[in-house]
């Protein structure tokens, strides 16, 4: 079966440069091993990405040794639904792209603050 957006439509990619997902497939795709629920599809901004360094989750450094060449504002990611609502309630929430975003956000985040922070273009 495949995997269902928050808008009851299929998954689309989230990105692919760079490459993002907790399978690094380029989709929020999720699976119970995702302890940290990636599923939210977000373009992040200066301010979550800084949000995100003081909560301990630095995003920006480069970790070749995971492929990972740091994220940069604009970039689209991944993120555990629990941070990003920890940015919400702190008000640093980056933008959404709602048809990349996985169904099981909403086990942790209300449809209309995902809707409330669409990215433009964004269903």
């Not at 692919?16 to 629920?37: E, K, V, W």
């Not at 309630?89 to 959404?96: I, N, R």
């Amino acid at each position: 079966m495949s995997a269902l957006n928050v808008l009851g439509g299929p998954l689309l990619a989230c990105s692919f440069d760079p490459l993002t997902g907790y399978f690094r497939d380029g989709c929020c795709n999720t699976a119970d091993q995702d302890t940290g629920t990636h599923v939210v599809c977000a373009r992040v901004t200066a301010e979550f990405l800084s949000f995100s360094r003081a909560r301990g989750n630095d995003l920006t450094t480069p970790r070749p040794q995971w492929r990972f060449s740091g994220l940069r504002p604009g970039d689209r990611w991944c993120l555990c639904a629990h941070r990003w609502k920890e940015a919400l309630d702190a008000g640093v929430a980056p933008p959404v792209v709602l048809e990349s975003t996985h169904q099981k956000a909403l086990q942790f985040i209300g449809l209309d603050d995902l809707q409330r922070h669409a990215f433009p273009g964004s269903a």
